[in-house]
């Protein structure tokens, strides 16, 4: 992985943990250890999911660049469709408090798409690739 997509990735997952960090805490605090365990599972796949389609989506931008924009909107609604998914499926658990999962679950993933847009913004990536040449100048 290039040194760029390194740096947005730990850019946007450092934030998510963050929050995922204080879910955890509020968590415990309101429902117990099972609170805790819901936002740490949350924090968990939010970091993997959204790791996960930043690499495809730096992935498509070098190889397919013309299909950049939709594969981005594609990822993202898959995503969250998913992650939307993980609610309803995890809804009625007893193995952790399904209202700390479901809200650290949103709060995750708008940590990171805010962390990751900042890292974009800030980002200086070129948007042409220099030509190389056999000789220097």
Known sequence: MPSNDVRILAQA????????AIAAVVGGVVAGGKGVVGAAVATLIVILFMGIGLYVLQRTAKSLPHL????????YATQIL???MF???????????????ALTLVAGTLAWIAAQTRAHMKSKILYVEPEKTGHSS
């Open 13 to 20: 997952a450092v934030p998510t943990a963050a929050v995922g």
């Open 68 to 75: 950049f924009q939709a594969m981005g909107l594609m990822l």
């Open 82 to 84: 998913l992650l939307f």
């Open 87 to 101: 609610v309803a499926i995890f809804k009625n658990t007893t193995l952790f408090n399904p209202r700390a999962f």
